[in-house]
């Protein structure tokens, strides 16, 4: 049993990294419909062609923008519903910058990069959320959002990015204070350290090897996305750690559930 068969996904930020595996993997799950969102075109007609080479059934919508510009989230959100019959059931903020490289301390940051920063990470999915929020409190929907522990510790020399992640996680939980009582459900993630171009560049001294690829943080936010998880909002949970118990889950449990394997919802480094 495909457990996304018939769910109308949004995932921003897409064309590469965690985005780009969700899109497989959400297409894997039986997803009727992705709307994927990125700033490269051309990545994203890449990736629409091997989604409908792996998923024909899925109608891909590619959407070029940037979700830091609140008329590209205008446009966005309307081309998804339109593509849609007017509704989305998922709702991933995956897009994210990470500013200059490498990161000043705050004494020495750029005005003008501080606020690209927070208008992309924070701004733009209050702006995405505040928009499918009608669409979704008539049919019921997912709002996943991704942080990371960046959001809840301060780094030195992490900056706008730590900053706006601290914003996220407040914003996450707002959303999930003033939605209870809906069929909207507001959820966020750390994916924990990932092998992407993001985070070779924000610790370029470190070994990527030692950190996991994108592939192979995918299962909570196919739970989080899934009826599995109709009942949960308001929570945090790691990806790398050990979130099926805090869901009130175990590997076995979720095998026999689904009849697969974490190793089936992984997809090859497409880079």
């Known amino acids: 049993m495909k457990r996304l068969s018939g769910k109308l996904a949004f995932i921003t930020g897409a064309s590469q990294g965690l985005g780009r595996e969700l899109a497989f993997v959400f297409a894997r799950e039986g997803a009727a419909g992705l709307a994927l969102v990125a700033r490269r075109g051309e990545r994203l007609s890449e990736l629409r062609a091997e989604i409908g080479a792996l998923a024909p059934a899925t109608n891909v ?7 830091g510009q609140p008329d590209d989230v205008e446009r966005m959100v309307a081309t998804a519903l339109a593509a849609f019959g007017g509704r989305v059931d998922v709702l ?13 301390y705050l004494l020495d940051y750029p005005l003008e990069d501080f606020l690209q920063v927070l208008n992309v990470n924070l701004i733009g999915p209050f702006l ?6 009608p669409a979704m409190i008539d049919f019921g929907g997912s709002i996943i959002n991704v942080t990371s522990d960046a959001g809840i510790t301060g780094y030195p020399g992490w900056g706008a990015y730590g900053i706006s992640k601290f914003g996220l996680e407040g914003l996450s939980q707002t959303w999930a204070a003033e939605l209870t009582g809906t069929a909207v459900r507001v959820n966020w993630v ?7 171009a993001m985070h070779r560049a924000a610790e370029p001294g470190e070994d990527p090897s030692q950190w996991a690829e994108p592939g192979d943080v995918t299962e ?30 175990s590997s076995d449990s979720m095998v026999a559930q689904t009849g697969v394997q974490r190793s089936d919802f992984a997809t090859a480094d497409r880079g």
């Not at 919508?61 to 979700?67: F, H, L």
């Not at 009942?231 to 118990?245: H, L, N, T």
Request: aromatic content about 8%; cysteine-free.
């Open 128 to 133: 995405l959320i505040r928009k499918f929020l």
């Open 61 to 67: 919508v590619a959407i070029q923008g940037d979700v």
């Open 92 to 104: 991933v903020n995956n897009a994210s910058v990470l500013g200059p490289s490498p990161m000043p």
């Open 220 to 249: 909570v936010f196919v739970y989080l996305a899934s009826d599995e998880s109709a009942k949960v909002s308001g929570r945090r949970f790691e990806a790398q750690g050990e979130w099926r118990k805090q869901a009130g889950l």
């Open 190 to 196: 750390d994916p924990g350290s990932m092998n992407t």
